[in-house]
């Protein structure tokens, strides 16, 4: 049975066709001619065709009938309709088959035929046509100098391009053919799947192809190598990121892995940085030339698939001796060297160290000279393993000039490497020892430079022994970073060290740093002036009275820790910082028992605890319990308060400086107080020696007698009563005499005719040392003593 289909809106379905017999009268007609014409077939067939034109013609009109041609003919309604129609005789049977097809559709359809015909013979623009299937239709593509892969007839996109390629591309195909929006001059790289095997960019323009009766028929894609303007591109951003995201750093090894990252993947599969351990170090490397040992360094490596591979040379291993061949003379002169891989592995022969620098699927190497001021600083090197392309000229200009901009942030860094480690070397050395022990006081402190790139501080701590085994604690911050801050804070520290030998209170010996502070900004520049400025906090313990006095110049209170209990801050009356001047210092006093930990630090590490001080000192309440549980040391305690970063650097430095007084021995102070009388004098000596005598101390009693009775004879003569004597009683003996009298003794060479003046000068030589200080009223001058065996 037969059956008819609908058309299928094919290049046929327009056409009108009539079939005539040998004398030209119409004995067929079909539905598209009754369209075009507008003629039923009752009105045709069985008449002439000459009947149909709109000029007649005579005589047989088969013979008029041309094999093809124009011709105006008449339509139902009396109007005109042009046709373009082709005539062919049916063999064996002397009848004519006419298909006609209106002019303006017949010029239409020639003239985009010629188009595709054209599109098709040239070889600057790739030509596409797909069916909705998406397979491949006719395409100059393949057949013709144009890039790209090959396109068999028949062919999908996923049998001739790599998967992550032929997906992406797809994918906008068929929303063109789904949606019918075209799109123009999409850029799609293509990396073909199959030999042979090439990477380029094709600029993308795709329309979706319809029949007469608009329904998709498929794609049809316009394609331009846009390849060299892609390497262009990725060149131009490749600069752009490197110059962006390499030298950010002052830190070595991390403008190393800079570079390593701003290579991979883009511009290869594999990157190394390789630097000569003199630059790790801050100093300059040594100047070689030719093989052998050059005392690099891998400091930096990225792979662009996966982990580092594990033949190659890892992160942190020491590169081999190299052989002197022609490319290493050549890097270390400085230039770029592009080999593929087979050339390199026969250029060295076995050398073992090639094998270690050359990946087992690399197919193409590039290594450039890290070069700055001069001096070569080590080599950054690439391998391509999955893109195909192997490195060219442009690649290879490329490589220098991101080489060239990162040698100078390579050196950068390392210059600062070497600053930063001179001035933590001199801040150590004006630091003073970390850890001391006295008879009544143990004290940690620790100092940490800031991480993260960050220039040296000025932060610093100091623990003096003081006279009557009385300590005085300091911790500090100067304003700024740097050398010029770690000066300033020497300076300081020695004025401290000498305002502490005159046994000043703490809010005098403040009152003095904020003087020295104020001088030392007068002289630097007056841009710098505002630059000139410090906090200091000053603490001094007295184990007698089990009391310590404090005062601040604009640094965070202190924290205490009291034996079983919680640590709190000191409600110490803060002053203004150092150098600011016209505002007086005030002391707080406190009771700090043995077993006490005091902890005194810069504002450094309290950014670790995100400027909570109550959070600080909770935290130190729990380190505190854990480390007495554990026995451990108050450095372990140190440590633990400084390490509550997490691994997290920080811009600032820190300095932490705990204290832990110890009780002294029971009976160890003993102490009278005497009127302003000469018979006080030989009161004073029997309390003494008897004082002794009860200690075993009895080969101290002469030096005691004569030291108490120089003094208390002095007090009574120049200074008046009350006066006080106080024996103290550890590895040392002190003596103490105490008069209302602010006039400070002085020790002076007396004459051969002289009656007086040589009391203080045997105090003197019978002593380790004497001094005076002080007090809200009055001085108390001491005298220190060995213990006789």
């Known amino acids: 049975m037969n059956e008819r289909t609908a058309p299928d809106g094919g290049p046929l379905a327009e056409a009108a066709a009539a079939l005539l017999d040998r004398r030209g009268v119409v004995i067929g007609w079909s539905t598209a001619a009754e369209d075009l014409l507008e003629r039923p077939a009752a009105q045709v067939l069985g008449r002439s065709v000459v009947r149909l034109m709109a000029e007649p013609h005579g005589g047989d009109a088969a013979a008029l009938l041309p094999y093809g041609g124009r011709v105006e003919l008449l339509g139902g309604s009396g109007r005109t309709v042009s046709v373009r129609y082709q005539a062919a005789p049916l063999e064996g049977t002397g009848q004519i088959l006419v298909l006609a097809l209106a002019a303006d559709r017949a010029a239409e359809r020639e003239r985009a035929e010629a188009l595709t015909w054209a599109l098709l013979r040239q070889d600057r623009i790739g030509l596409v046509l797909r069916d909705t299937d998406l397979k491949v239709v006719r ?16 062919s999908r996109l996923s049998e001739v391009m790599s998967p992550p390629d032929a997906a992406a591309t797809e994918a906008d195909l068929r929303r063109v053919l789904k949606t019918g929006d075209s799109f123009a001059a999409h850029e799609h790289r293509v990396r073909s799947a199959q030999a042979p095997y090439g990477d ?26 846009a390849t060299e303007h892609w390497h262009a591109r990725r060149r131009a951003e490749l600069h752009h990121r490197a110059a962006v995201s390499i030298g950010g750093t002052l830190d070595v090894g991390r403008t190393a892995q800079e570079i390593a990252d701003a290579l991979v993947p883009d511009f290869a599969d594999l990157a190394w940085v390789d630097l000569a351990d003199a630059v790790l170090t801050g100093d300059e490397p040594p100047k070689t030339f030719g093989g052998g040992d050059l005392h690099l360094r891998r400091v930096a490596v990225r792979s662009g698939k996966g982990p580092w591979p594990p033949e190659l040379v890892q992160p942190g291993e020491p590169i081999p001796p190299l052989p002197d061949l022609p490319m290493v003379r050549a890097l270390q002169a400085g230039r770029t060297i592009v ?24 197919h193409s190497f590039a290594v450039a000279p890290l070069f700055a001021r001069g001096l070569l600083l080590g080599v950054v090197a690439v391998w391509r393993t999955e893109q195909p392309g192997p490195f060219d000229d442009e690649d290879a200009a490329v490589l220098t000039q991101v080489a060239a901009h990162s040698a100078l942030g390579v050196d950068n860094a390392r210059r600062y490497t070497r600053e930063h480690r001179a001035a933590v070397a001199l801040q150590w050395r004006l630091l003073p020892q970390a850890s001391t022990s006295t008879r009544v006081m143990e004290t940690a402190g620790l100092y940490e430079p800031a991480a993260g790139g960050a220039e040296i501080g ?8 003081l006279p009557s085994l009385r300590t005085a604690l300091f911790v500090g911050d100067v304003v700024g970073h740097g050398l010029h801050a770690t000066a300033t804070m020497g300076r300081l520290r020695t004025a401290v060290q000498t305002l502490a030998d005159l046994e000043l209170s703490p809010d005098e010996l403040l009152t003095h740093l904020d003087g020295l502070v104020a001088r030392l900004a007068g002289e630097a520049e007056p841009a710098q002036r505002d630059m000139i400025g410090a906090t200091c906090l000053v603490a001094v313990h007295d184990p007698v009275t089990a009391r310590c006095t404090m005062a601040a110049a604009g640094h965070p209170p202190p924290l205490m820790a009291v034996p079983d209990g919680v640590a709190q801050p000191v409600g110490v009356r803060p002053g203004p910082p150092l150098g600011v001047g016209g505002l007086p210092f005030e002391t707080t006093t406190v009771d700090m028992p043995a077993g006490s930990v005091l902890a005194l630090y810069t504002d450094g590490l309290l950014q670790r605890y995100g400027a909570d001080i109550d959070r600080f000192a909770g935290h130190l309440t729990e380190r505190l319990g854990r480390v007495r549980q554990a026995g451990q040391e108050l450095p372990s305690l140190a440590q633990g308060l400084m390490a509550v970063s997490g691994g997290r650097p920080f811009r600032d430095d820190a300095a932490l400086l705990l204290a832990c007084p110890s009780p002294l021995a029971q009976d160890a102070v003993a102490s009278w107080e005497f009127p302003a009388d000469p018979a006080a004098v030989a009161s004073a000596r029997q309390a003494a020696t008897s004082k002794l005598a009860e200690w075993g101390l009895d080969d101290n009693s002469f030096v005691t007698e004569l030291v108490v ?17 106080r024996l103290i009683r550890d590895d040392v003996l002190f003596c103490e005499v105490t008069d209302p009298s602010n006039t400070q003794p002085r020790m002076r060479r007396a004459r051969t005719s002289d009656e007086g003046g040589r009391g203080l000068f045997l105090v003197a030589q019978l002593s380790r040392r004497w001094g005076s200080r002080y007090g809200p009223s009055g001085k108390t001058i001491w005298v220190e003593q060995d213990l006789s065996a």
């Open 139 to 154: 395409t100059n593509v393949g057949n013709s100098p144009f890039p790209g892969p090959t396109l068999p007839a028949g």
């Open 200 to 225: 380029w960019a094709l600029s993308v323009s795709a329309v979706r192809t319809e029949d007469m009766q608009g329904r998709p028929t498929g794609v049809a894609v316009l394609l331009t190598d």
């Open 458 to 465: 000025g932060d610093w701590f100091d623990a003096i022994e």
């Open 339 to 362: 080999v593929d891989r087979d050339t390199l592995l026969r250029g060295a022969g076995d050398s073992a160290h090639i094998h270690r620098a050359a990946p087992d699927d690399g």
């Open 709 to 725: 009775s120089e003094l208390v004879t002095n007090a009574v003569r120049y200074a008046g009563g009350p006066v006080g004597l």
